[in-house]
């Protein structure tokens, strides 16, 4: 089992930047490649990025690259979710998730299915 935890959600205006982090714990996090989903209410959970096991290739949805930036310390079993030039469309739950598949093109790790465990999600607010 891993268990995640997302933190650093919050309400931030529009153009701010926001940094979310997801701590695992539980089984080797250098095993796992990791993702970031949003969910906003009304709609299905979207993939926002993902970043292989070893933190040297990164994944983003069309909707956030150029703004969003993903990284991993597995020294600190933890990943983070940099959210820069924010918009009010960003606003959503935002889960992060591991995928046994430690590196994999961005058709997987873009499916929720492909993903083990996910954490419970911690809220982002973007005000205009």
């Known amino acids: 089992q891993v268990q995640l935890v997302e933190s650093g959600g919050g309400l931030v205006q529009a153009g701010g930047s926001l940094t979310l982090s997801c701590a695992a714990s539980g089984r080797t996090f250098s095993n796992y490649a990791m993702g970031w989903f949003r969910q906003a209410p009304g709609k299905e959970r979207e993939f926002v990025g993902a970043?292989?096991?070893?933190?040297?290739?990164?994944y983003f949805a069309d909707s956030v690259k150029s703004r969003f930036t993903i990284s991993r310390d597995n020294a600190k079993s933890t990943v983070y979710l940099q959210m820069n030039k924010m918009k009010p469309e960003d606003t959503a739950v935002y889960y992060c998730?591991?995928?046994?598949?430690?590196?994999?093109?961005?058709?997987?790790?873009?499916?929720?299915?492909?993903?083990?465990?996910w954490g419970q999600g911690t809220q982002v607010t973007v005000s205009s």
């Open positions: 998730a591991a995928n046994i598949n430690r590196d994999s093109t961005v058709v997987v790790f873009a499916d929720v299915l492909t993903y083990d465990y």
């Open positions: 970043i292989n096991w070893s933190g040297s290739r990164p």
